[in-house]
């Protein structure tokens, strides 16, 4: 401590202060005090000498306690020490110290002050502080990653500022971080940030511990966490292992946290940004320019060197990237297919009826087992809405109740409708059902006899489709509208003069409906 402040605290304490008046007047800690008093009083009773060599005379000895006080004063113990047991009782009940006090003075008389039994009280609240274990690990082993809150942005067309997602990861070993901010959080853009992180170490860790949000774990377990479909197939695709953490147990993966914390508080604090693309450069060169270079404090050296250290530990990455899907339940139809898209997909060996997991990538379909998740069928995905990829050896050909409902339905339109939908049965099985569907439908918009021409004009034509039935259909209706237009307009003849009927045996006389109204005024 300064020369000044030393001598500050001998002029009081030889003025007879105590060291709680003395802390309020200067702010300096009764402990700092309570220590320069046994320096003082170690020294020569005479005079102790400063910096400068010149005599400080030391405090005199404190004043005799007066005889009135009581004894366990003298003796150091507190005022409420009798009352012991019944302020740990009240303390569990988790009442405050102003009640305790208040009841002390009602029901113990009490005459000591608040602030004895204030002290008293936080004495007994004292708890240890928790211990925790500080890991070691291996270089390019643990990953840790977690979302926080980046700095305000602007809304995209608006003058509106919000606060973006801020994604960091951080290897645990050199306590190097990537950081990037986004608007939106999803299955897929979770994993898409692990990834942009790995390309962005130049290679991915053992494992990941992250904690139990949607985007990564369905349901939080601590033996076996159901993992996020997208996700567990990126961390196997990088040859990574998932580890969620505890549930409320934010210290396993203490070291994201901090970084996070680390980010708001230095990086991002006070600002704010234009764009999200702004943002995100100013934290990569920010974490180039001063977090990497900064000497760590636990570590004592310099997060930089401790990552270069670290690099070569990291897994090689894949040539090919990550292909991202979309997953769902569909039902196998009863021509063995599964409709994605508009396009029917074989889905083999699948039974009719149940339901089949089925992911969808960019350029291909992958149809697996709703329990297993194992692989049933891949396909190519349709370019074209309306596709059908079954090969022929696959289709059902023998007739289902739905099957004879619809030729039911094609019977009531014509005969020709009802020749052409068993055509079109015969030749693509119950797969081409949805084309019969779609004649059997124009018959509920269009007139019966012009669908049934238009089946009769496309079997002639050899064209088996419900587009070419629907637009003959659709030809033949304007036909039909045009010649009526184009007909000779006819006067319509002038009608009759139908002569009024005066009398009839249901005409009453006009007598009884003036003696009707004379009774109902005179009621009235």
Known sequence: MKLHLQTTIWTL???????????????????????????????????????????????????????????????????????????????????????????????????????????????????EPEQFDRLEFSPG?????????????????TTRYRK??????????????FRRVVWKSGQET????????????????????????????????????????VYAAALKHYCVVGDPARVRDPNRKGTVENAIGHTQATALKGRRFETIEEQNDFLERWEVTWAATRIHG????????????????LQALPIVGMQYFTESQRTVYDDTCVRVDHSSYAARPAPIGSLVLV????????????????LLRTHPRAQRPG???????????????????????AKDIGPQAHRLCQML??????????????????????????????????????????????????????????????APDAAPPAQAELPLTQEHHLIRNADEYADLFARCSTQS
């Open 164 to 177: 973006p997602r801020l994604f960091v990861a951080t290897l645990r070993y050199s306590r190097r971080s």
């Open 425 to 486: 049965f015969g030749i693509e099985g119950r797969v081409g059902q949805r084309k019969l569907w779609g004649i059997v439908g124009l018959g509920r918009t269009y007139p019966h006899r012009l669908v049934d021409s238009a089946c009769e004009r496309a079997m002639l034509d050899g064209i088996y489709s419900y587009k070419h039935v629907k637009a003959l259909t659709e030809r033949l209706v304007g036909d039909a509208l045009a010649a009526i237009d184009s």
């Open 359 to 374: 992911r969808i990538f960019e350029h291909r379909i992958e149809i697996r087992d709703l329990q297993s998740k194992s």
């Open 298 to 313: 636990s570590e004592r050296r310099q997060v930089q060197a401790m990552f270069e250290e670290e690099r070569p530990h």
């Open 13 to 127: 304490l030889k003025a007879g202060s105590t060291q709680r008046q003395i802390e309020r007047a200067t702010g300096i800690s009764r402990h700092t005090i309570r220590a320069y008093k046994k320096k003082f009083d170690s020294q020569s009773p005479d005079s102790c000498a400063d910096q400068s060599g010149q005599p400080i005379q030391t405090a005199p000895p404190w004043p005799p306690t007066p005889a009135t006080a009581p004894t366990q004063q003298l003796s150091g113990a507190s005022i409420c020490e009798p009352y012991r047991d019944y302020i740990e009782a009240q303390l569990r009940l988790k009442r405050n110290t102003m009640a305790i006090y208040q009841d002390l003075v009602d029901q113990f008389g009490f005459t000591g002050a608040y602030n004895s039994v204030k002290r008293f009280t936080a004495k007994l609240r004292y708890r």
């Open 387 to 409: 596709s059908v990829i079954l090969p022929n050896e696959e289709r059902v050909f023998n007739p289902s109740r739905e099957t004879l409902y619809i030729l039911n339905q």
């Open 141 to 157: 082993e643990e990953m840790q990653v977690d979302y926080g809150e980046g700095a305000p942005t602007r809304v995209l067309g």
């Open 190 to 229: 979770w994993a898409r940030l692990h990834e942009q992180a790995w390309r962005y170490f130049g290679g991915s860790c053992r494992y990941v511990v992250l904690d139990n949000l949607k985007e990564g774990v369905l349901k939080p377990d601590i033996h076996e966490p159901e993992l996020n479909p």
